[in-house]
């Protein structure tokens, strides 16, 4: 069965305490793997896409990786304004993106 | 203009009302989708359209009807709902059905069934 697992489920920071959420799939074809932000009440912000294993993004403080069973998002010197959901995502076929349950990143002043 | 807005932000109804959520983009993105979200939960895939065209209904119940009357725009109408099905709603758009590429979301209608 496709399954995608996000993990740790809560994440609680000091800020410029950096760290990384994993998000591991078993898929049968990935296709895509999304990286999301989401903050209270709103609506999933995009942030990445990574296609294939060995692949990098890097966006102000935030830097995905992925390899052929998991990615992982590194958040360095994190301030409190990071602080949100961070939902990962995978397409596996035509219209089939499977959403892992997401880490609730807080990070402290 | 990379958004998707939705309209309205907060939605209060009766078990025996009828409403509509809308949705709007203007990426040309031919694919559209609406997704149901619980509190502290993913989002779950309720409708897909391509090109206009129902593609995907995940098993919704009937009570949940969708629109897509052109490209940039898509509806979800609503009537004779259940407590349970209060929830945010939220739509999203890719550049198509078959292109794997990521989704944007819009900020989401919060619904509450009274």
């Known amino acids: 069965e496709d399954q995608v697992t996000q993990s740790p489920e809560a994440l609680r920071l000091q800020e410029g305490e950096s760290s990384s959420l994993n998000c591991s799939y078993t898929v049968s074809g990935l296709r895509g793997l999304f990286w999301y932000r989401q903050d209270p009440g709103k609506g999933p912000e995009f942030l990445f896409t990574l296609y294939s294993a060995g692949e990098e993004k890097e966006k102000e403080r935030l830097k995905a990786t992925l390899t052929k069973k998991e990615s992982f998002l590194h958040i360095t010197a994190p301030k409190p304004e990071d602080s949100a959901t961070y939902l990962c995502a995978v397409n596996i076929g035509t219209y089939k993106y499977i959403f892992g349950t997401g880490t609730r990143l807080k990070v402290l002043a | 203009d990379t958004e998707v807005t939705q309209t309205p932000k907060h939605l209060v109804m009766g078990m025996t009302n009828k409403k509509s959520l809308k949705c709007e983009q203007h990426?040309?993105?031919?694919?559209m989708y609406w997704y149901k979200q619980k509190a502290k939960k993913p989002p779950e895939l309720m409708f897909v359209y391509s090109y206009e065209k129902l593609s995907i209904n995940e098993s919704v119940p009937s009570r949940f009807s969708p629109e897509c009357p052109n490209s940039s725009l898509l509806n979800l109408h609503l009537h004779a709902l259940q407590p349970e099905d209060s929830a945010l709603y939220l739509c999203?758009?890719?550049?198509?059905?078959?292109?794997?590429?990521?989704?944007?979301f819009g900020p989401g209608t919060r619904l509450t069934v009274l």
């Open positions: 990426m040309g993105h031919r694919a």
């Open positions: 999203a758009s890719s550049v198509r059905m078959d292109n794997y590429n990521e989704q944007f």
